[in-house]
């Protein structure tokens, strides 16, 4: 996989050693490290460009075995980590499927064959490959639309203290202004409607949602 050069924005190189980042760490994500951080060390050093370098270093000094592990139980076993943005705002719910069918959509309005690798289309990594690599106003344009999924997931991932934190702190400085301080701030933004539905909804803080009918 190339990475953009330092010669293109470097929001697609951000998202794209993100995309690449929240991928599960298997041999193949591993030896890309070197890749990676080299891929850094040419973009000036903001907050989100140290930051992934952090993170970069966490993979190249920890055990494989750790890693996966880690990730599994990060990721795969905890929905209130879930890298499928939807997922924060529908749930289970038939809304869901609704929403996979819009990012089908925009990736079939690209006019480019999206490989989703056997994922659901909202997953974050292919939504940040689509946005660095194949359009990025469209990709712009879906993460933007799903702020408030990708400001609850960070928000979910400082309460675990974990490194990837530092991933989606990166992901979220490549969308315009400040992120939100705490949960009730995400769920002002506009476009963040507090979903009538709760199956499913265990990422969300009820005591933080507001109630349908009330102010």
Not at 44 to 66: N, Q, Y
Not at 147 to 156: D, K, N
């Amino acid at each position: 996989m190339r990475f953009p050069r330092h010669r293109t924005s470097d929001h697609a190189v951000v998202r794209q050693v993100a995309s690449v980042c929240l991928g599960y760490p298997d041999d193949e994500m591993i030896a890309m490290v070197p890749l990676i951080d080299a891929a850094l060390g040419e973009q000036p050093a903001d907050e989100a460009i140290t930051g992934l370098r952090s993170f970069v270093a966490h993979l190249r000094d920890s055990e494989p075995k750790m890693l996966r592990q880690d990730y599994t139980d990060l990721f795969d076993l905890s929905r209130k980590h879930t890298l499928y943005l939807s997922y924060w705002t529908a749930g289970d719910t038939r809304r869901r499927g609704t929403a996979l069918g819009l990012f089908k959509q925009r990736y079939r309005d690209s006019g480019f064959l999206v490989d989703l690798r056997g994922e659901l289309p909202d997953h974050l990594p292919i939504v940040l490959e689509f946005a660095a690599r194949v359009d990025p106003q469209a990709g712009s344009e879906l993460l933007q639309e799903h702020r408030p999924a990708l400001e609850l997931l960070r928000l979910s991932l400082v309460d675990r203290q974990t490194p990837y934190v530092d991933v989606l702190a990166a992901v979220c400085a490549t969308l315009p202004g400040e992120s939100p301080a705490d949960r009730r701030a995400v769920m002002a933004m506009q476009g963040a409607p507090p979903p009538t539905e709760t199956v499913g909804l265990e990422p969300f803080d009820p005591r933080l949602l507001p109630i349908a009918g009330t102010r």
